[in-house]
């Protein structure tokens, strides 16, 4: 390697790593740095758990189906790679929990669980009048002293009370993070709700004043936003905008050396060798931890036990599903006796994604504290699904098709998270100068999240030229 080039690689395909990739390879482009990367995936596909699957005209998400669009920069992302005419909005409808063996609206106004509108709230019933009063009581108690971690289940219940943290925060919640939000971090997961109360002291009030004014309250504004032809789609452009001897699928790291002289030695599983300059490593920090075990030590973090989800997709005739429930899809509360966690009535929420006459179903499985599932083959999570499916909506017929998907090392942010990052990446530091780390075992797992990361590490990775080296 000549001494005004530098090599970078980046451990890791998912949209952490190769949205770093493709930032990396733009400001080389863009300014002629003396800049050769190198992106490695073990998969034989980039894109982690991004992945469409297209069928028989449906466009089927098997992990995130969206991203949130106020964290801007999937959009941008989108943008960078001239797809802004592929964004889609969600519509918007009416959501459900099913509570008491039926499916019950959640009340108008109340945001994550929140209750910002009064009449909604107190007609409501999924609580009851000792937790309606209880929840009132938020908007006297003071806010929280100190900015110390807590869980969200302690944050909330202290603001709202019991009942309103069971049947609706809590099922809210979780569809973002699957973890028990008993040992959910508040702030590494939801740390506006934390700001919210110090600044408001109410949190009530404090959602009340967050909320976003409309002119036109009658039809509220989708937040979420996809890709026409899948969100996969980031993946294949950038993919694209890529040097294809710049990527290397198929294969992992089996081992990073130190070198004495500065820089790395990577040994491949199939046993290539790459020497670099820098290194960035987006993959989840326990397969991190085996890869820098002989030069640090990371600290463990109590509690993190790692659990799986799963995804199950249905098609069925429009005609096979009761209609009359005008609306997006329903979520479930751990206390209601069923397995499955939520379900999205896809061909309303994204009409895009369903044919004409068809209805696809994502229904969703996994709490942290019920694993049986994982035991089971497809055929039986399906049977599993279609029997608490049966219980709470009409389905007449048996799917057309279905896929299920199992997503591996759903790892919660558990208590005191951010002090475990900053200590991790401490150490790391002060063991392996220019080794990086990103992706969702750190600062967020959704979308907009990890490119955020993505984005940070091509400013790490770039800092590490220096004139002379």
């Not at 733009?26 to 490695?40: C, F, G, H, M």
């Not at 709470?392 to 919660?412: C, G, K, S, W």
Request: proline fraction near 6%; include cysteine; hydrophobic fraction near 40%.
């Amino acid at each position: 390697m000549s001494e005004t080039t530098y090599h970078m690689t980046i451990i890791g395909g998912g949209i952490t790593g190769l949205s770093a990739a493709f930032y990396l390879h733009q400001e080389i482009e863009a300014k002629n740095l003396p800049v050769r990367i190198q992106l490695i995936e073990e998969a034989d596909r980039l894109g982690g758990k991004i992945k469409t699957w297209r069928h028989e005209g449906y466009v089927i998400e098997l992990g995130p189906d969206s991203f949130l669009e106020r964290k801007g920069s999937a959009a941008q992302l989108a943008r960078d790679l001239g797809l802004q005419d592929e964004l889609v909005r969600n519509s918007t409808g009416q959501s459900y929990i099913y509570h008491q063996d039926r499916l019950l609206p959640i009340p108008e106004g109340a945001v994550m669980g929140v209750p910002t509108k009064l009449m909604p709230f107190v007609r409501t019933d999924l609580i009851s009048w000792p937790g309606k009063l209880r929840a009132a009581a938020d908007l006297f108690l003071p806010a929280s002293k100190g900015n110390e971690d807590r869980s969200v289940g302690e944050f909330f219940r202290r603001r709202l009370g019991d009942e309103v943290i069971e049947n609706l925060i809590q099922p809210l919640l979780s569809g973002v993070y699957s973890g028990d939000i008993d040992n959910l971090s508040l702030l590494s997961s939801f740390p506006q709700y934390a700001k919210m109360e110090q600044q408001h002291r109410s949190l009530i009030l404090a959602m009340k004043h967050s909320r976003p004014q409309t002119k036109d309250p009658g039809k509220p504004k989708g937040i979420f936003l996809t890709l026409n032809s899948g969100l996969e789609t980031l993946i294949e452009e950038m993919e694209k905008r890529l040097p294809a001897d710049a990527i290397w699928k198929g294969t992992g790291l089996e081992k990073l050396t130190k070198r004495e002289n500065g820089g790395y030695i990577l040994t491949m599983k199939d046993g290539r060798v790459v020497e670099t300059d820098a290194v960035l490593l987006t993959l989840p920090h326990a397969i991190t931890e085996l890869l820098l075990r002989p030069y640090v030590e990371t600290p463990t973090l109590p509690m993190a036990k790692p659990h799986m989800v799963a995804t199950i997709a249905m098609g069925f005739p429009e005609e096979a599903l009761d209609q009359r429930l005008n609306g997006t899809g329903f979520i479930v509360p751990r206390n209601s006796g069923a397995r499955i966690t939520a379900c999205t009535w896809a061909h309303r929420k994204w009409p895009h994604t369903t044919p004409k006459g068809k209805a696809l179903l994502r229904c969703f499985v996994g709490r942290a504290t019920e694993q049986s599932f994982m035991s089971m083959s497809d055929e039986e999570i399906v049977q599993m699904v279609l029997q608490d499916l049966r219980k709470i909506m009409t389905i007449e017929q048996e799917p057309d098709f279905y896929r299920v998907t199992r997503l591996q090392n759903a790892i919660p942010y558990v208590v005191g998270h951010q002090d475990w990052v900053k200590e991790v990446r401490a150490k790391v530091e002060a063991a392996l100068p220019d080794v990086h780390l990103a992706g969702a075992s750190y600062s967020g797992v959704g979308v907009p999240d990890c490119i955020d990361q993505g984005k940070k590490a091509v400013l790490d990775l770039l800092a590490s030229i220096q004139p002379g080296r």
